[in-house]
């Protein structure tokens, strides 16, 4: 935030778990060069250098560097604050695959009320540790992602359901590009916690605000150069056009939200 230094702890779990979502979307072909059988156990340590700028009024941007690490095996994924179990998979045919897991995921998305002028007075909101399942479809044609996610600490009691599609594109044997397109809808719960002015924090610029469901809008493009098996930098950039119901906040000034990621990962195995 624009009064937090750069070691701020909710800042930091809120970009690991950014990080956890952007290795975990890599493709497989990113991880292992192509072939029949199980993923073998592999480990990778990264450093990146994150920039998002968030709704509420008043937020300067947050950048801030990080060490993240990935860890997966044909049973379980992890990075950071993420895990995913692998339930399941089905071949639909020989260019089309279904994949089935479960997930958790903890998100550090509250804020306390020093965080900006226009939070001054506002209950603390806190971040949140999401459950739930993703179902995933690839083929040639593209991959299609569906998750669905519940509060588990019941901070928000919100819920999340998101859908995502995406296309790879290879140049050579080293540079892939995907872009993607993607919708999350936030439950009129998780919009309430986190956009929500309550009775007893209203002033003459806070009006009172009941936050109701809503659908927010994605688009977004990664671009991953792998020097070899080992050595690879990648980039990722993302706009969210956020829902009516987060717009109509009286915290909120702006109509979208954006992201810039840059990182580099060395795979040990």
């Known amino acids: ?10 800042l930091q779990v809120r970009c690991v778990a950014f990080v956890a979502a952007l290795v975990w979307s890599f493709p497989a072909s990113a991880q292992e060069p192509p072939g029949d059988g199980p993923p073998p156990t592999t480990w990778s340590l990264g450093l990146g250098g994150i920039s998002r700028q968030q709704p509420y009024t008043g937020i300067a941007r947050d950048n801030m ?3 993240f690490i990935h860890f997966e ?4 994924e992890i990075m950071g604050p993420m895990i995913g179990l692998k339930i399941g998979g089905l071949d639909i045919a020989e260019s089309q695959t279904l994949h089935f897991s479960l ?6 998305h509250g804020y306390k009320g020093d965080d900006a002028a226009i ?3 506002m209950a603390t909101r806190k971040g949140a540790f999401w ?16 998750e669905w996610l519940t509060d588990a600490t019941r901070a928000s009691k919100g819920q999340l359901l998101s859908l995502e599609l995406e296309k790879t594109w290879h ?3 080293h540079m892939m590009l995907t872009p993607r397109l993607g919708a999350t809808w936030q439950d009129k719960k998780y ?9 007893n924090e209203v002033r003459i610029d806070r009006p009172a605000y009941t936050g109701k469901s809503g659908v927010n809008t994605e688009v977004g493009v990664r671009g991953i150069y792998m020097f070899n098996r080992r050595h690879s930098v990648f980039a990722d950039f993302e706009v969210s056009s956020l829902s009516k119901a987060i717009k109509d906040s009286p915290l909120v000034d702006r109509s979208t939200e954006n992201r810039v990621f840059l990182g580099y990962l060395y795979r040990f195995r």
């Open 1 to 10: 935030m624009h009064t937090a230094p750069v070691s701020c702890p909710r």
């Open 131 to 146: 459950v739930g399942g993703k179902l995933e479809w690839n083929s040639e044609l593209m991959g299609v992602s569906a």
């Open 119 to 121: 939070l001054h007075g």
């Open 103 to 108: 997930v958790g995921k903890y998100d550090g």
């Open 65 to 67: 560097a990080i060490p």
């Open 171 to 173: 140049f050579g044997q």
């Open 191 to 199: 919009v309430d916690y986190y956009f929500g002015v309550r009775n």
């Open 73 to 76: 095996n044909r049973y379980i």
